[in-house]
């Protein structure tokens, strides 16, 4: 366990430099690190997770991805699934992890960045204890990892159970009776259906999951046709 006396000792040494460093290594910091390597350009890639993919690892245990495993590959490498499988999160935290291997990255786990600070014209990177000085900094942290709770939550009663999705693994952790989701969009719709794979009114197409707003969006684009939602509407005018 490091003192708060070796603290000040290793952040009086002179700070580590290299040209760029990527804050995030989720999709976005990954695929980034993709090309910066492709360009043999020298770079690091800190992230507060433990693992590659633990992003996706820590969400809720029935998550299935709202698009097809098509569309959910990196630069360089398809994901591994029948291109019309809409896989679960452990598998796309896989697939990130094998990712970052295969490619080489040098992802830094565990380094949560908690100060960005210009130094002249370079930047000064500071994760715990750990000060990096870069000529380039891209910020690859995305916003979804801060939930929002509205205000009025604390007004509810306290005898009601609240849990953000950030929290949320299984419906082990709901008191019994009836269950409010608020907010109809991927995450509401995902832990409605509770991981299940084909609704029963759904026409056969294993995998396809009804009334969320991406799924609506791919199909609209690619099978229109095959789709309830939109059999018998007329083509939009232009
Ligand atoms: C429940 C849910 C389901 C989704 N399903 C789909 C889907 O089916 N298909 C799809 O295309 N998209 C889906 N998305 C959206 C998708 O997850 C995001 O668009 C994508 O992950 C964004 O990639 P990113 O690299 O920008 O951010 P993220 O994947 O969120 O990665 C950001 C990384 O930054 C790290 N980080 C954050 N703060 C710091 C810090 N201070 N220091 C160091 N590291 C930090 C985090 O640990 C994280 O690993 C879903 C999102 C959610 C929340």
């Known amino acids: 366990m490091e003192t708060e006396r070796n603290l000040l000792e290793r952040l009086d ?19 980034t690190g993709y090309y910066l390597a492709e360009q043999g350009r020298s770079f690091v890639i800190l992230d507060s997770h433990e693992r590659v993919g633990d992003a996706w690892r820590k969400r809720w245990d029935s998550l299935l991805l709202f698009t097809p495993a098509r569309f959910n590959g990196l630069p360089g490498m398809p994901f591994p699934a029948a291109r019309d499988k809409f896989v679960n999160k452990d598998e796309m935290a896989d697939y990130l992890e094998a990712y970052a291997q295969r490619m080489e990255l040098p992802v830094r786990g565990g380094m949560t960045v908690d100060r960005l600070s210009q130094q002249g014209d370079r930047f000064l990177v500071s994760a715990g204890g750990w000060r990096l000085v870069a000529d380039n900094v891209i910020v690859a942290m995305s916003n979804c990892q801060v939930p929002w709770v509205p205000p009025f939550a604390t007004d509810l009663d306290p005898g009601i159970a ?29 832990i409605a259906i509770g991981g299940r794979q084909e609704p029963p009114d759904m026409d056969g197409r294993q995998g396809v999951r009804p009334h969320t707003v991406p799924d609506r969006a791919v199909v609209r684009a690619e099978r229109p046709h095959q789709h309830r939602a939109f059999r018998g509407a007329s083509r939009p005018e232009r």
Request: without cysteine; aromatic residues 2%.
């Open 162 to 190: 609240q849990l953000h999705s950030k929290e949320y693994k299984s419906p082990s952790q709901l008191h019994g009776g009836p269950v409010l989701i608020v907010g109809a969009g991927n995450s509401g719709a995902d």
């Open 13 to 31: 040494e002179d700070p580590e430099s290299i040209e760029t460093v990527i804050i995030g290594g989720g999709q976005a910091g990954l695929s």
